[in-house]
């Protein structure tokens, strides 16, 4: 009897404890692989039964798209989401004030700050968007934050100012002006504070949370989610692009190499997954193709390195438009940026230099390399005769006549292997 109530325990605990308090931290700008991690852990909340999910955000941040993916998720969850800007010195800026605003608890810990949530909006290329817009978006965007601080009861004034203002709110200052819901130095406290509140949730119903006796799961990132949160890195992807650039060039100018192929092959792939996530300027890219093809043509044309110089121009310029972004995290930075270039140009200006060396050097074997031979004349060449040439008698036609003894030179090797000579 006592092994059957163990065995019936030991089946129904998985269940007892599946209502935990899921956790997870976003340290990290907001785009495809953040809002992936946020919406598969509530998926799980809700799969599970679990009393909240917690949010704890760091970001500046980021892409318009991956951020109200995560807010329909936070606003059609069934299990409550807290939003918690921390450690002290953290911020939930931009793409992370409005999902804060969007969750059912907006928790900020002493020392944070929130909002500086102006939209601002990118072209095809790049390019700032113009006046007309840049007001449709800014528009957009605060109709957006008032529907989702008025449906949560928070300061729709304040709101609003974040989007239109671009104005930033320490904890004290949106606690008192009821933007945020609680100030709370650490989880635990955050959790207690919560434990018994009755909240309204986004669909109209309501819910008590019990939270005192549940326990905190952490909720790390998947190995996938890891390694594509670290080559979506903008200092990482431009790195990626000039690798493979470097590869491909010096697989198509020693063709069967294979290994350098194959990296910069991959490595550009890489690049080109990080490039969907970042804000990409086209002509910034173009520039950089421009110069690779710029260092090629330096093999077929005798420019004096004018081509070399304005490879390097243009593979500066286009290096440091590459990546346009008003987020800081989400551009390369100049310190890798200038270095790079710089030493991929001299890289390929000195394999450049290998390859015109090797077709300007002289021939030693073969037909090539008997042409500029000096020999001797055995018998007169009026105009064939014989001569001696390194170290083997050869026969020869002059193209002028040469008594026997003289030096002769050798013009060229003629398909019969007769030699064609002059005087020396």
């Known amino acids: 009897m006592r092994v059957r109530i163990l065995v019936l325990l ?4 998985p269940a007892l404890s599946s209502a935990a308090i899921l956790k997870i931290t976003v340290d990290a700008p907001i785009h495809p692989i953040t809002a992936e991690y946020i919406i598969k852990t509530i998926d799980r909340a809700d799969r599970e039964g679990s009393s909240l999910v917690l949010l704890v955000l760091n970001t500046p941040g980021g892409l318009d798209t991956s951020m109200r993916q995560i807010i329909e998720k936070i606003v059609n969850a069934r299990t409550p989401i807290a939003a918690y800007v921390a450690p002290g010195g953290a911020r939930a800026a931009s793409a992370g004030f409005f999902i804060g605003v969007a969750c059912d608890i907006f928790a900020m810990a002493p020392g944070t700050n929130t909002g500086a949530a102006h939209p601002v909006g990118m072209s095809l290329t790049g390019q700032a968007m113009d006046k007309t817009m840049e007001e449709k978006v800014t528009h957009d965007a ?4 008032k529907s989702l601080a008025e449906k949560r009861g928070r300061n729709i004034g304040l709101a ?4 239109r203002k671009s104005l930033s709110y320490t904890e004290q200052e949106a606690l008192k002006a009821g933007l945020v819901d609680i100030v709370a130095a650490t989880d635990r406290e955050l959790i207690d504070a919560l434990d018994g509140r009755r909240l309204k949730r986004f669909n109209g119903g309501e819910t008590t949370l019990a939270l005192r006796t549940e326990p905190v799961t952490p909720i790390p990132m998947s190995f996938r989610q890891r390694f594509l949160l670290t ?6 992807a431009y790195i990626l692009l000039m690798i493979g650039l470097l590869g491909l060039y010096f697989e198509f100018a020693h063709p069967g190499a294979v290994l350098p192929g194959v990296l910069g092959g991959i490595c550009l792939l890489l690049a080109v997954f990080s490039f969907q996530i970042l804000p990409i300027n086209y002509v910034g890219l173009m520039l950089i193709l421009l110069a690779i093809i710029l260092f090629i043509l330096e093999v077929k044309v005798h420019s004096y390195g004018m081509l070399s110089a304005g490879g390097i121009t243009a593979m500066v310029i286009g290096s440091v438009m590459l990546i346009n972004s008003p987020i800081p995290e989400l551009r390369p930075s100049l310190g890798v940026i200038f270095p790079m270039a710089l030493g991929i140009s001299l890289i390929l200006i000195f394999l450049v230099t290998l390859v ?4 300007a050097r002289r021939s030693v074997t073969g037909k090539e390399g008997m042409a500029g031979e000096i020999g001797t004349a055995r018998t007169d060449l ?13 026969e020869a036609e002059a193209v002028e006549p040469v008594s026997a003894g003289n030096k002769i030179k050798v013009i060229e090797v003629l398909d019969n292997m007769k030699l064609r000579v002059g005087k020396a």
């Open 160 to 163: 609003e100012d974040a989007v």
């Open 10 to 13: 030991l089946l129904i605990s």
């Open 356 to 359: 015109v060396r090797a077709h």
């Open 142 to 145: 605060a109709a957006y934050i």
């Open 231 to 236: 080559i979506s890195n903008p200092n990482l």
């Open 382 to 394: 009026h105009p064939s005769g014989t001569v001696f040439v390194h170290g083997e008698l050869w």
